[in-house]
């Protein structure tokens, strides 16, 4: 079956980095897009970046461009989502999620459980 496991998060300084690992399994990972998301205690839920798996394409919202890189590495199963300069804002649970489209453009089926990231002095 179709697993994503989130790993990496943690507490940091504000300006700090984190790295975060969505590490896939029950699929053949070149097949989907990954997309990261967040969620902050009584905010909705926001897209944060994607991959493409067609051509390798990335997206970012505009409140982490410049500051957040998502890249993958197929070979170990693996989408990673570094993030430096971090700012309390960035305060959230964090997920992965599948894309089937291959072109970060359609559904999010599969979601992993999620890895609390606090921002805080």
């Known amino acids: 079956q179709v697993q994503l496991v989130e790993s990496g998060g943690g507490l940091v300084q504000p300006g700090g980095s984190l790295r975060l690992s969505c590490a896939a399994s029950?699929?053949?990972?070149?097949?989907?897009?990954i997309g990261w998301f967040r969620q902050a205690p009584g905010k909705e839920r926001e897209g944060v970046s994607c991959?493409?798996?067609?051509?390798?394409?990335?997206y970012y919202a505009d409140s982490v461009k410049g500051r957040f890189t998502i890249f993958r590495d197929n070979a170990k199963y693996t989408v990673y989502l570094q993030m430096n300069s971090l700012k309390p804002e960035d305060t959230a649970v964090y997920y992965c999620?599948?894309?089937?489209?291959?072109?970060?453009?359609?559904?999010?089926?599969?979601w992993g459980q999620g890895t609390q990231v606090t921002v805080s002095s």
């Open positions: 991959i493409s798996s067609s051509d390798g394409s990335t």
């Open positions: 029950g699929f053949t990972l070149h097949y989907y897009a």
């Open positions: 999620a599948t894309e089937d489209s291959r072109l970060c453009a359609g559904v999010y089926d599969y």
